[in-house]
């Protein structure tokens, strides 16, 4: 909607259906960082973002040439994320908290789905617009992602994904997420 004009905005807020999909926390942080900086079909978009990054702020690891940027590991990424919101600044959109992002509690969202249930969502969805009979959602699948987290987030020092935590922590309670490790993550316990 960045490119509309006011009237326009109105316009769709008022006239279109409003749907919003959540995800789990973490589990979108992580899609995110293996999307962005992992998957090759988007590393380009990762890669500027980071070498962007990298020009106005001190990283903590080596960087390559202009034309080349050593990616972050997830840990670095994660590093990235606390250092930016400490520093109050917006982060960037495909990590950005919901709230923040979308103002759920601002719009009057005519769906709010979640990730884990999309396909039956996206059938309610398609019945509100009307437009079930054009569209069939069989054969929708997700990522794995989920089955991933524990091997990604056991790199994550225990403080680091405390406070991690409680950045998307809003989010997680507005649609009803919970912290998705018990303790077997670490050896001792997570305190809280």
């Known amino acids: 909607m960045d490119k509309l004009s006011p009237d326009e905005i109105r316009f769709r807020l008022r006239n279109y259906a409003k749907v919003m999909i ?3 926390p973490l589990e979108r942080i992580l899609s995110a960082y293996r999307d962005k ?5 988007y590393r380009r978009y990762g890669a500027n973002y980071w070498k962007d990054f990298s020009k106005s702020r001190p990283l903590p690891l080596t960087l390559g040439t202009a034309t080349q940027v050593e990616l972050p ?4 990424f994660i590093d990235h994320i606390l250092d930016e919101h400490l520093n109050d600044r917006l982060l960037e959109r495909h990590w950005r908290e919901y709230y923040k992002l979308c103002a759920p509690c601002t719009f009057s969202y005519d769906v709010i789905g979640k990730y884990e249930t999309m396909a039956q969502d996206v059938d309610g969805i398609l019945r509100l617009i009307a437009a079930d ?5 069989t054969g929708l699948k997700t ?3 989920s089955s991933l987290m524990h091997n990604y987030y056991k790199t994550i020092p225990k403080s680091r994904l405390k406070q991690l935590w409680r950045i998307y922590e809003g989010d997680a309670e507005m649609f009803q997420y919970t912290f998705p490790f018990d303790n077997s993550l670490y050896k001792s316990k997570i305190k809280w």
Do not use: G
């Not at 590991?73 to 670095?76: A, N």
């Open 143 to 145: 990522s794995t992602t």
């Open 22 to 24: 959540v995800r789990h």
């Open 37 to 41: 900086f992992k998957n090759k079909k």
């Open 133 to 137: 009979h054009l569209v069939k959602t």
């Open 73 to 76: 590991t997830f840990r670095e």
